[in-house]
């Protein structure tokens, strides 16, 4: 049973908009949070992360958001740019030694 | 760069044949993971390691086999590969502390399987 849902497959944005990236959880013992990006051919690789005892994080046009009563996450990514296409994944970090869960995953495409 | 190298990247057997695929590391990291990539399911944990000979299952290892012998190289072995198992397969190795565990992973560039 998926502990980490990306309940939207796809997000079409066009350039210069904010593209909104949404993660819902299950399990109240995940204790970090994390985005990676994915284009075709190559491994994951990591974006951004919060911590459960925060509730936001930014890092340049990246910020990510924790809302932990409604067991939520989101990445807004402003001003979105055509290079921002990609597959983004996002992950929960569970108790044991580090291992994470990820979504299905969100294909962004951003259009000029 | 992270130092993780996947071989070999692109494999095409049959169904029933043994199948190992490697991961090696340059950079001496504790933990280290074996994913796999399926449309519609994202990345899920087949098997991991947190130190030399200590390794554990994750949500899909029926199927799969792993070792590690040395710190560098985590192994994962398909015993009789079967179509289910054709997909993408990423290592991971993690960054992190001994107590909380990893934080940050960094992927390989993945090795496609193709069972027919």
């Known amino acids: 049973d998926q502990q980490v849902k990306q309940n939207s497959p796809s997000l079409s944005v066009q350039e210069g908009r904010i593209s909104i990236l949404n993660c819902d959880y299950t399990?109240?013992?995940?204790?970090?949070f994390l985005w990676y990006k994915k284009y075709p051919a190559e491994g994951p690789t990591f974006l951004i992360s919060?911590?459960?005892?925060?509730d936001k994080n930014e890092d340049g046009r990246f910020t990510v958001f924790l809302n932990k009563s409604a067991k939520h996450l989101s990445l807004h990514i402003v001003p979105s740019q055509p290079g921002d296409s990609a597959v983004y994944f996002c992950?929960?970090?569970?108790?044991?030694?580090?291992?994470?869960?990820f979504g299905r995953g969100t294909q962004l495409t951003v259009w000029p | 760069d992270a130092g993780i190298t996947q071989s070999p990247r692109h494999k095409v057997t049959e169904t029933g044949t043994p199948v190992t695929l490697r991961c090696h590391q340059t950079?001496?990291?504790?933990?280290m993971y074996w994913y796999r990539q399926d449309p519609g399911h994202g990345l899920r944990l087949i098997h991991y390691?947190?130190?030399?000979?200590?390794?554990d299952k994750g949500e899909v290892s029926d199927g799969y086999s792993v070792s590690r012998s040395k710190t560098e190289d985590f192994l994962l072995t398909l015993e009789s590969a079967t179509s289910s198992q054709t997909s993408v397969y990423f290592c991971?190795?993690?960054?992190?502390?001994?107590?909380?565990?990893?934080?940050?992973?960094?992927f390989g560039a993945g090795s496609r399987l193709t069972v027919l």
């Open positions: 992950a929960a970090r569970g108790s044991t030694l580090g291992r994470l869960y």
């Open positions: 399990n109240s013992m995940f204790d970090y």
């Open positions: 919060i911590s459960s005892i925060k």
């Open positions: 950079e001496n990291h504790r933990y």
């Open positions: 390691s947190y130190g030399v000979k200590d390794t």
């Open positions: 991971a190795i993690g960054l992190g502390d001994n107590y909380s565990g990893a934080n940050v992973l960094t």
